[in-house]
């Protein structure tokens, strides 16, 4: 690491973030931010060293950023085709393949976004990993503290569970700190919800808060298409809820029901649509990859109602429960399993001490998360046949039902029961 290079820079970011409106009116101390983007900056280091000192060269982090390293010097040397080449297909097929797993234009793109984008940083980093990490970090810390100001218009006065929420899964934190498009997903999901709820709360899409949504719906298509896709039933139920004023559990049922329908049988009406087929092929690519320390078995999918539906429990199985807490396939995996258990725990103090007052407001917004959440969920359960890859995807999205159910929890009820077991005692 160039150190000096490094501490520069941190400085200098430190001090332009606390000067950032968007940042600093979020309704946090400075103190408190900078502690929490010093965290995350820290998250970012850890990451690309244990990346480069346990697992080795070959790993996605460092290879994208030698990738951004030839980048550079392709900037240099040819300016032209450093502009030019992100969008130049020099596969046969051309820009065929748009929901290909390999060998496409489309597949190379997802990764080419992070590339460029870190190639630009070496024009002030020299190609040290430590220093872009820290400008991709100051980037994608935006994306937990747009979490932050949406959650904490819904959940006034809960700052320490908000703040928890958004800035602290300890998931969450790591694999959103690589330098790798986990970053940049979740990011640009944070920006598509806050825009889309800012606009139904003051009730006018303006042409700005249009621009935010389609921008990160595109950016989020290009980096993982299956997530973009899975967002528009969210977000059409969600809309609909507000603006009909309809029950928001039957629209959300009756939207679903129509898009799984769509979903299972689009290929008999428009033939070249085959969505099932698209999930297949992902799962199959993940299966031809060489066996990880953290494999697990998956039943492969065929592109039948019947197989998805048989799928579909060893998928929540797998999204939802695992990695179980005696589940050691590598050591690396327990804290991973204990968070795990602990937000699963979570799930039963909610049962249990639900706080009174839920505000029906927000509940189409809570439905959304719900069924976003859920979907892709699903998703990673059929196609992913590994514990890490597993972790690290599901990792982006567990702010938007944890952070809810942190608030939702009664803690001074918790407290009080604690206290009157310890005096009888």
Not at 128 to 141: A, E, G, K, T, W
Not at 163 to 175: D, E
Not at 236 to 248: D, G
Request: charged share 15%; glycine share 6%; net charge positive.
């Amino acid at each position: 690491m160039n150190y000096l290079l490094f501490a520069f820079y941190l400085v200098i970011l430190c001090s332009l973030m606390l000067r950032v409106p968007f940042i600093k009116n979020a309704g946090i101390s400075s103190g408190t931010l900078l502690g929490l983007f010093l965290l995350k900056i820290f998250a970012g280091i850890a990451i690309g060293w244990i990346a480069i000192h346990i697992y080795g060269p070959g790993n996605d982090y460092w290879d994208t950023n030698d990738y951004a390293r030839e980048e550079y010097q392709l900037l240099q040397t040819n300016p032209v085709k450093y502009l030019i080449n992100i969008f130049t297909s020099d596969y046969q097929g051309g820009y065929a393949g748009i929901f290909s797993s390999g060998d496409s234009y489309w597949n190379d793109l997802k990764g080419n976004i992070v590339i460029k984008l870190v190639s630009v940083f070496n024009i002030f980093s020299r190609g040290d990993y430590y220093v872009n990490s820290l400008f991709f970090n100051f980037i994608i810390f935006f994306g937990h503290v747009i979490l932050y100001r949406l959650f904490i218009k819904m959940f006034p006065g809960r700052n320490l569970l908000v703040i928890v929420g958004c800035f602290l899964l300890p998931s969450t934190l790591y694999f959103s700190s690589g330098i790798h498009k986990d970053g940049l997903v979740f990011l640009m999901l944070a920006v598509l919800i806050y825009s889309v709820y800012q606009s139904i709360s003051k009730n006018h899409f303006n042409s700005k808060k249009v621009l935010l949504i389609i921008l990160s719906l595109a950016l989020l298509f290009l980096l993982r298409n299956f997530i973009c896709l899975a967002l528009l039933p969210a977000l059409l139920a969600w809309l609909l809820t507000v603006k009909t004023k309809w029950p928001a559990i039957p629209v959300f049922a009756i939207v679903y029901l129509l898009c799984g329908l769509l979903v299972f049988n689009i290929d008999v009406v428009v033939p070249k649509i085959k969505p099932l087929e698209i999930i297949i092929a992902k799962q199959t690519e993940y299966l031809k990859l060489e066996k990880a320390a953290t494999q697990i078995e998956l039943t492969p999918l065929q592109p039948t109602f019947k197989s998805f539906t048989s799928n579909t429990p060893q998928a929540i199985n797998h999204s939802f429960l695992r990695p179980y807490i005696w589940e050691l396939p590598v050591r690396s995996v327990l804290p991973l399993s204990v968070e795990l258990l602990s937000y699963q725990f979570l799930i039963l103090l909610l049962i249990f001490f639900r706080r009174k007052g839920f505000r029906q407001t927000h509940k189409p917004f809570l439905l959304f998360t719900l069924f976003f959440v859920i979907t892709v969920f699903l998703i990673i359960g059929y196609i992913v046949p590994n514990l890490g890859s597993l972790v690290r995807y599901r990792s982006l999205y567990l702010p938007l039902i944890i952070t809810p159910i942190f608030c939702y929890i009664d803690w001074e009820k918790i407290k009080n029961r604690f206290h009157v077991t310890n005096k009888n005692m």
